[in-house]
């Protein structure tokens, strides 16, 4: 079926230490997926994409990795601060037209 | 850096009325999408759009929407008699393929009363 879906709700975390985001999905067939944050009142912002090709992927202080085998995603902020306070989202992405599939979202709090 | 625009960011109507949402798809994007997000939900697809065709729609997406590209630059959504259940935040996105990032608006948040 369509589904994907984030372990946390809420995740906090202390400025400067490392967030971790996660998420799982049931397509296997999917082969795109993409990381979005989402500040109050604001659309999604593109972070980072990998492909089902890929098991890690690499943006500036952002990474994703794709666990095919458990069907895992999970995004990794490198020494978190304030303004990554948000809702991330993962987004399955259905071949077919482009369609996005996205997960309900984890809402980031970095505590000073 | 280009970004997809949307107009208006707030619109308030009356049930049963019709309303239009507006987007500015990137320049050179040829791939349109609409979305939406009911608060505190995640964001649902309702609509894709390539080469003045839809391309695939989501069971949201019933008789009462329709999208359009009027124009180059403008892509529309239209509701014809809008639902208190229709009230959300409207995002509009655009891409370069239909396996390619989708580059979102910052959203139309419409209100039926």
């Known amino acids: 079926g369509e589904s994907v879906g984030l372990h946390l709700p809420t995740l906090s975390v202390q400025e400067g230490d490392n967030s971790i985001i996660n998420c799982a999905y049931s397509?296997?067939?999917?082969?795109?997926f993409i990381w979005y944050k989402q500040e109050s009142g604001k659309g999604p912002q593109f972070i980072i994409d990998?492909?089902?090709?890929?098991d890690k992927r690499q943006g500036q202080r952002v990474t994703v990795l794709l666990n095919k085998t458990v069907k895992h995603l999970s995004l990794q902020i490198a020494a978190t601060q304030p303004g990554d306070s948000a809702v991330y989202f993962c987004?399955?992405?259905?071949?077919?037209?482009?369609?996005?599939?996205f997960g309900q979202g984890t809402e980031l709090s970095v505590k000073p | 850096e280009p970004e997809v625009t949307q107009t208006p960011s707030h619109q308030v109507t009356q049930m049963g009325q019709e309303v239009i949402l507006r987007c500015v798809p990137i320049?050179?994007?040829?791939?349109f999408y609409w979305y939406r997000q009911i608060l505190g939900q995640k964001v649902e697809f309702l609509v894709s759009?390539?080469?003045?065709?839809?391309?695939?729609k989501s069971e949201i997406f019933d008789d009462q929407f329709s999208v359009e590209r009027p124009d180059g630059s403008n892509f529309t959504l239209k509701i014809r008699s809008t639902k208190l259940e229709d009230s959300a935040m409207y995002f509009c996105?655009?891409?370069?393929?239909?396996?390619?990032?989708?580059?979102f608006g910052p959203g139309t948040r419409l209100l039926v009363l």
């Open positions: 996105a655009s891409s370069e393929s239909p396996s390619g990032a989708q580059y």
């Open positions: 990998i492909r089902s090709n890929m």
């Open positions: 987004a399955e992405n259905m071949r077919q037209g482009g369609k996005l599939i």
């Open positions: 320049s050179n994007h040829l791939y």
């Open positions: 759009f390539y080469n003045n065709e839809i391309s695939e």
């Open positions: 397509n296997s067939a999917s082969d795109y």
